[in-house]
T-cell receptor
Framework: EAGVAQSPRYKIIEKRQSVAFWCNPI?????LYWYQQILGQGPKLLIQFQNNGVVDDSQLPKDRFSAERLKGVDSTLKIQPAKLEDSAVYLCASSFTGGGNTEAFFGQGTRLTVV | AQKVTQAQTEISVVEKEDVTLDCVYE???????LFWYKQPPSGELVFLIRRNSFDEQNEISGRYSWNFQKSTSSFNFTITASQVVDSAVYFCALTSNSGYALNFGKGTSLLVTP
């Protein structure tokens, strides 16, 4: 079974530039998550989708971050404009359903460096 | 609000030693789920175990074991006879059916040296 695919693996941009990350979840998984992991910290949820609807985006900085999940499958996360503090690993995860009774599977992440 | 505390930032052990990683959680939910994930240098979070709040039985899987105690709100993870391949960052996480997404602790970095 293929895992969660993310691209690119690494990205370096200058502050105030834009960047987009892509995620392809495990086939059949209805729930998709984007997490931000700053160096030395645990992952923090940015947004959670159930199919193509948003379940939780309370911690998403909506003035600069946006995300969509077209047709309830692939998802993109965009940052515009980027700030230095956005340097982090962006992890995409998917699970069969939402809630705690199924585990989430994570991709390898995109490491973003903002200079 | 839910919170997970992993007080140990870094642990260093010599191969074959036993090591316990601590996890303390806070939640007002009566139904909740606890997880452990491993993050090797490659960066991908690897699922290790899930426990629901109604099941306090300890679990053993090979060299790994988990001790869940509701009385102390702890879900500790022990690696027996550690190996170099166990070197990674380990995260404890918490969710509930009302919260859905995982709330992670800050992680414990484990280094196992030969």
């Amino acid at each position: 079974e293929a895992g969660v695919a993310q691209s690119p693996r690494y990205k370096i941009i200058e502050k105030r530039q834009s960047v987009a990350f892509w995620c392809n979840p495990i086939s059949g998984h209805a729930t998709l998550y984007w997490y931000q992991q700053i160096l030395g910290q645990g992952p923090k949820l940015l947004i959670q989708f159930q199919n193509n609807g948003v379940v939780d985006d309370s911690q998403l900085p909506k003035d600069r971050f946006s995300a969509e999940r077209l047709k309830g499958v692939d998802s993109t996360l965009k940052i515009q404009p980027a700030k230095l503090e956005d340097s982090a690993v962006y992890l995409c995860a998917s699970s069969f359903t939402g809630g705690g009774n199924t585990e989430a599977f994570f991709g390898q992440g995109t490491r973003l460096t903002v200079v | 609000a839910q919170k997970v505390t992993q007080a140990q930032t870094e642990i260093s052990v010599v191969e074959k030693e036993d090591v316990t990683l601590d996890c303390v959680y806070e939640t007002r939910d009566t139904t909740y789920y606890l997880f452990w994930y491993k993050q090797p240098p490659s960066g991908e979070l690897v699922f290790l175990i899930r426990r629901n709040s109604f099941d306090e039985q300890n679990e053993i899987s090979g060299r790994y074991s988990w001790n869940f105690q509701k009385s102390t709100s702890s879900f500790n993870f022990t690696i027996t006879a550690s190996q170099v391949v166990d070197s990674a960052v380990y995260f404890c996480a918490l969710t509930s059916n009302s919260g859905y997404a995982l709330n992670f602790g800050k992680g414990t970095s484990l280094l196992v040296t030969p």
